[in-house]
């Protein structure tokens, strides 16, 4: 998939934000049937984390969703367990291996690694760094590098799919 534009990103958000509470739900339920392993990698990775914190990571991934579905030339295949879980593992070894790393090495590796598709990943950062405030006691805070490291699996197995390989992403 062609980088997804950041006017269709914020459309999107937009779009979702003003469902009247039927529509939404109507909406959440097909995604959850269409998508069910995406849904329960979420509930499960997020278990732990506050109420709050864990509608954002609901709400987020059917944002995303939205996003890839709506830019997407298909209809976006059923996206497996292994999958999301290969994808996961491979994101979380990479946060790990740059622990204690130059500020200006993570600035390239960032780069390379947000560039797939840069207008999601800049939604997701606006959205968690919006949730979060230094001043502000907030569960997100805590949460927030965690989180990030969730949806940013959404969007590479989302965009590894949309593109049509037959391979497992990462």
Known sequence: METIPEGLVEET?????????EHGDAEMKRFCENQPELVAFMLEFSQGLDHEVKELAIYMLFVIYRIFEKSAKH?????????????????EKLVVSLEGAHERFLDRIARVHLATQ????????????????????????????YLFLLLKTIVDVLDYSTRGNLKTPH
């Open 75 to 91: 209809a976006i295949r059923q996206i497996s367990a292994e999958e999301i879980i290969n994808c996961y593992d491979s994101n």
């Open 118 to 145: 840069p207008h999601v990943m800049g939604y997701i950062l606006e959205t968690l760094m919006e949730g979060s405030s230094e001043e502000e006691e907030s569960e997100l805070n805590d949460d927030i590098g």
């Open 13 to 21: 958000w937009q779009e979702v934000a003003d469902f009247p509470a």
